[in-house]
């Protein structure tokens, strides 16, 4: 099980702030997250419609959607930030 957070427009497609989850052994990159949470349903898939702009954090750090999740905790998903 892993704990997947939730951020901004991520968060309200989808429905809720966060969600703990048991992901089926093929996925085993933030990539391969991105595309198997599009399968959940209707919120999931708008949510992730454009996966290249969303961001990924592992553990609260930011990471590339190549990087490999196993033993990750949580999971942050977000879209771009600005800064200011």
Sequence with gaps: ?????????????IDKAEEEID???????????????K???EGYEA?????EVIRLAINQEHVEHDEPIAGAREIGIFPPMTGG
């Design 39 to 41: 399968t959940l349903g």
């Design 1 to 13: 099980m892993v704990k997947l957070v939730y951020f901004a427009w991520v968060r309200e497609r």
């Design 23 to 37: 992901l089926p052994d093929s996925v085993k990159t933030g990539r391969d997250l991105l595309n198997h949470l």
């Design 47 to 51: 949510a992730l419609e454009y996966p």
